[in-house]
């Protein structure tokens, strides 16, 4: 397509390199008004990237999984709200209104979400996505793709 942003395929050798990456995304000023859907199969590195991404953006303390919990709330030292999405065990869209996530994904703020497709039929489109598959000699494989301007505009300035 004429005009459009092409996707972004990294490899990561081992956890440093998602950390530098995730440090990298974290230097943007716009990252932290986007949407990022992470996919990836159980154990791919989805939770380890938003740890380094937090850590990056200055979240200190524990940052926990939101498998059951479904969102974790995080707050960097400078900026706006963090929040940290798992939809893995998410069965009905009615949850999404009773939760109030509609309200959380109107709001400012960064929303990271994994297994985003279980929750597809209720959540805006995400301005990034980021796919990230275990090769077979245990490196990563990872594909960051812009769904939205804002997500253009990110996956451009990575780019450059």
């Known amino acids: 397509m004429v005009g459009s942003t092409p996707a972004l395929r990294l490899a990561w050798a081992g956890e440093s390199d998602t950390a530098a990456f995730a440090g990298r995304l974290a230097a943007l000023p716009d990252v932290r008004e986007a949407f990022i859907a992470l996919k990836g199969d159980l154990g791919a590195g989805k939770t380890t990237f938003v740890r380094h991404l937090l850590r990056a953006l200055g979240v200190a303390g ?23 999405f798992d939809f893995y065990r998410f069965d009905d ?12 994904f109107a709001a400012p703020g ?15 489109p995400a301005d990034l996505q980021l796919h990230i598959e275990v090769q077979d000699d245990g490196r990563r494989s990872a594909t960051l793709a812009a769904g939205t301007p804002l997500g253009r505009r990110l996956l451009k300035e990575l780019q450059a």
Not at 110 to 117: G, R, T
């Open 110 to 124: 960064l929303k990271l979400a994994e297994w985003p497709d279980k929750a597809a039929t209720v959540l805006p």
């Open 93 to 104: 869209p009615r949850e999404w209104e009773d939760a109030g996530f509609r309200d959380l």
């Open 62 to 84: 524990r940052i926990k999984s939101p498998t059951y919990a479904v969102v974790e709330p995080h707050q960097p030292p400078h900026g706006l709200p963090v929040w940290h």
